[in-house]
């Protein structure tokens, strides 16, 4: 896990309780479906970060929320949808609608490999802040992340 870089983007990263960069520790990510989202729980060594998702069925987007803010990522597809990528199209601050320039970004990509392990490679950064988070791995069902 590689935290925020700047001084700024840290404090940032913290208030929004993204993990500081960690290396060598245990990871797991608890998916707990309810009936009209899912709470993504991950734990990097004793630090957890959790998200909710739901969806915008009208404009087939997902609405992650972590803190008080939500990114509406759009999914789109790649190599004949063998990956799946996330692209943020709108985001909120305390349920207010907030400009483009100022949109939390990143590149988040999601696959599965030969094994059916799910691959993923996940950078957040803000405009004026840089990276805020990055992580990547593999997980398989039942077992800690790698």
């Known amino acids: 896990m590689q935290g925020a870089r700047a001084p700024h983007a840290r404090l940032l990263a913290k208030w929004l309780d993204f993990p500081p960069t960690l290396r060598g520790v245990p990871v797991?990510?608890?998916?707990?479906?309810?009936?009209?989202?899912e709470i993504w729980q991950r734990d990097f060594g004793g630090h957890r970060f959790r998200t909710t998702q739901s969806h915008d069925v009208p404009r087939s987007l997902v609405i992650e929320r972590f803190g008080p803010l939500a990114v509406q990522?759009?999914?789109?597809?790649?190599?004949?949808?063998?990956?799946?990528?996330?692209?943020?199209?709108?985001?909120?601050?305390?349920?207010?609608?907030?400009?483009?320039?100022?949109?939390?970004?990143?590149?988040?990509?999601?696959?599965?490999?030969a094994k059916g392990r799910f691959i993923f490679d996940v950078h957040v950064t803000a405009p004026l802040y840089g990276r805020l988070a990055h992580y990547h791995g593999w997980l398989v069902a039942g077992q800690a992340l790698r």
Do not use: H, Y
């Open 28 to 37: 797991t990510v608890t998916l707990t479906r309810e009936t009209d989202r």
């Open 73 to 113: 990522p759009a999914i789109t597809t790649e190599d004949d949808g063998a990956t799946l990528r996330n692209v943020a199209v709108g985001w909120s601050a305390f349920g207010l609608p907030m400009p483009r320039k100022f949109r939390p970004g990143g590149d988040i990509t999601e696959s599965l490999d």
